[in-house]
């Protein structure tokens, strides 16, 4: 996908030499599902303090592409000033690389980090090094998404979603002998790397397996995937999943998903923004909990803490302006509008009690948004600097569903294949402790993460 330049409040001084003096930053994102009310934000922004300090912002909205547009601009210094924190810059290292930088040495940064609670500072997602690079805005967690009407064109109760893999199955069985080659019962993106850490993991943990990392042990958990492709794979090869599961997109599900032509689908928090307003639904749709393979509890899947709305770019020649629109949008007034229009679920408390006026009223929030506590809250591993293998999960996914082979063999393999890696990657940073991401008292079934084998200490 292309990306799209939106330019946000251009002329705002009506003297053209004071025009000239004001500074202009760039902002990109990929985070396509917010746009609108980021357009809102930033607009409202370049009319009050943009105006005082002489700022004014433009948003640029990349597609999936983002992180080949974000380095191929780094190489000829024409990236942007301040991009969302969770863009993929392509870079195992994005300080050290020069592409981000942290907030410590700002003026008023003490002042401005202490109004924050202590569990704000999460190294590897706010913090780097012990320096602050962020603060946690958003979390994200995994459901099942359906279409109501399609369930009631099966002669299905639309409140009554599956719960096991077999239930799903015989819907998804159903809806697609209805829809005659039109519509299927359920798709997956099998064209997409980027979901590796996010909704198959989530609904395997959902399972009771660890999947991604194992934090009970410190190590990359490849095989807890098993039961959770294996169900993808079944319905493939029953005719049950949407055509061309290897080439089939996020965006392109959504869409199809919208014209009613797909049942069910692993969906994740970013998609109420996507089918309310990028791609609005023609259909009735609903949000339930991630079914497990015998429709039985065997533990809470995780809910992905994930740092604030902007990072700073090193390369930004206005880092003390930059730092200016940071403090803006950090403010709880700010997130608060975020929460009000739908646009992400703020994990702290505060927001919600003392900023947010009104409930969201997108269809699907609310079943994402004050369903947490069917989630434990979680992190990525913290390994600075990691570069992981280019086979993963789903380069395994969209080779079995071609040679139809083993996926427990296969993912025996990858588990060892990122395991040894990990390995290496200790033996060659040995500042870096394995310690810091086993979590010995994790508990799963009651969700708590608990604390780490050994603090960080810088």
Request: one cysteine or more; a positive charge; charged letters at 25%.
């Amino acid at each position: 996908m292309g990306s799209v330049v939106l330019l946000i409040g251009v002329t705002l001084l009506s003297a053209p030499a004071a025009a000239k003096s004001m500074v202009q930053l760039k902002i990109w994102t990929h985070q396509r599902h917010m746009a609108d009310t980021l357009q809102e934000l930033i607009g409202e922004f370049n009319r009050t303090v943009g105006r005082q300090k002489e700022i004014q912002l433009s948003l640029r909205l990349l597609g999936d592409d983002s992180s080949d547009v974000f380095q191929e601009a780094q190489y000829h210094g024409t990236g942007p000033d301040l991009y969302n924190s969770g863009f993929s810059t392509g870079y195992g290292d994005p300080f050290k690389a020069g592409a981000q930088i942290w907030y410590d040495d700002f003026p008023g940064f003490a002042a401005w980090k202490a109004q924050w609670p202590d569990w704000y500072w999460i190294e590897g997602v706010t913090t780097y090094r012990g320096h602050v690079f962020t603060i946690p805005t958003q979390v994200l967690n995994s459901r099942l998404i359906y279409n109501k009407d399609l369930f009631r064109a099966i002669g299905r109760d639309p409140n009554k979603p599956p719960r096991s893999y077999a239930e799903l199955r015989e819907i998804a069985a159903k809806i697609t002998r209805i829809g005659k080659g039109r519509v299927y019962g359920f798709a997956y993106c099998g064209a997409d790397n980027w979901p590796l850490e996010w909704m198959p993991s989530q609904w395997a943990e959902a399972n009771g397996d660890a999947a991604y990392w194992d934090w009970s042990r410190g190590r990359w958990a490849m095989q807890g995937y098993g039961r959770v492709l294996q169900l993808l794979l079944d319905l493939q090869r029953d005719g049950f999943l949407f055509p061309g599961v290897t080439r089939l997109t996020n965006d392109a599900l959504r869409a199809q998903f919208a014209e009613g032509r797909i049942g069910m689908f692993m969906g994740e928090f970013w998609d109420v923004g996507v089918l309310n307003d990028q791609f609005p639904a023609k259909n009735d749709w609903g949000v339930a909990p991630i079914p497990t393979y015998d429709g039985k509890f065997h533990g809470k899947p995780r809910a992905m803490i994930i740092g604030g709305l902007w990072s700073i770019n090193g390369q930004c020649r206005h880092k003390l302006d930059a730092w200016e629109v940071v403090k803006w949008f950090s403010r709880y007034e700010t997130r608060a509008k975020l929460v009000e229009q739908g646009k992400c679920i703020d994990p702290d408390p505060k927001v919600n009690a003392g900023y947010v006026k009104n409930s969201p009223a997108m269809n699907g929030y609310n079943a994402f948004a004050y369903t947490l506590f069917l989630d434990y809250l979680g992190t990525y591993p913290n390994l600075p600097g990691w570069q992981p293998p280019e086979e993963n999960p789903f380069t395994v996914f969209r080779r079995i569903v071609l040679d139809r082979s083993d996926p427990a063999a296969a993912l025996q393999k990858l588990d060892a294949l990122w395991n040894r890696k990990l390995d290496t990657y200790y033996r060659n940073n040995p500042k870096m402790k394995r310690d810091w991401n086993i979590y010995p008292d994790f508990d799963r079934v009651r969700g708590l993460l608990g604390q780490p084998k050994l603090k960080p200490k810088f």
